[in-house]
């Protein structure tokens, strides 16, 4: 994830914080999985994690970058330590 998809994505996070912090976040996590954008998708991850148990999908969601890393041949629990 480059620095300006990080700072677009918080910008989007910020700006879903104000309306409805939680749910909103379901629709960046389905996004990105849709695209098959592991990096968005862990990045996003990452930033919620504190929040996981109040984002709708955020298991769901972790399952989802598990499986896209393991068909791209990446090792989830190296790519996704803290979060598994």
């Known amino acids: 994830m ?3 998809e990080l700072q677009e994505l918080i ?4 700006a879903l914080r104000r309306v409805n912090k939680y749910d909103c976040m379901e629709n960046i996590l389905l996004r990105y ?3 098959r954008n592991v990096d968005g998708l862990i990045g996003t ?3 919620t994690s504190r929040y ?3 984002v709708p999908g955020w298991d769901r969601a972790l ?3 598990e ?3 393991e ?3 990446e090792d989830p629990n190296e790519e996704l330590e803290g979060l598994i």
Not at 11 to 14: K, P
């Open 2 to 4: 480059t620095v300006e």
């Open 11 to 14: 910008s989007e996070i910020d």
């Open 33 to 35: 999985i849709l695209e």
């Open 45 to 47: 991850l990452r930033i």
């Open 52 to 54: 996981k148990d109040r």
């Open 63 to 65: 399952e989802a970058a």
């Open 67 to 69: 499986r896209i890393l």
């Open 71 to 73: 068909e791209e041949g």
